[in-house]
């Protein structure tokens, strides 16, 4: 697909057991690797802007090909190209929307709408 710009790895998290007093214990692994894609910020809602509101940045991507196993909470981290504004920068995703195309045909993709995830208490 052409105005592909960037490429993600994909990091699937599951909760495999607790700890001593029953906290969960994510634990992550990578899915793929060097996904192709295209990566688009979108602009926060001029609307909730001018009441003062804190709004949420949202982000978008299309990946290639659309017969990936996606999930919501899964990650995407953006790992090339190196010189990228979000590069090495992690993406919660919080919805998935898959074409209409049929799985085999060349031009199917995957929506992904996404956050941006930051560790609590991180050094980012």
């Known amino acids: 697909m052409a105005g592909n710009n960037v490429r993600f790895d994909l990091w699937h998290f599951t909760f495999p057991s607790d700890d001593d007093v029953g906290g969960a214990q994510p634990s992550g692994t990578v899915l793929y690797t ?45 790992v090339e190209p190196f010189d990228h504004h979000y590069h090495g920068d992690r993406f919660r995703i919080i919805r998935v929307q898959y074409s209409d195309h049929n799985p085999r045909d060349p031009r199917n993709y995957i929506l992904v709408y996404m956050i941006r995830s930051v560790e609590a208490h991180g050094s980012q």
């Open 34 to 78: 060097s996904i192709q894609g295209r990566f688009q910020a979108q602009p926060a809602s001029q609307l909730l802007l001018q009441q003062g509101l804190e709004t949420e940045r949202t982000y978008t991507a299309w990946l290639i090909p659309g017969t990936l196993n996606v999930r919501e909470r899964d990650e995407l981290e953006l």
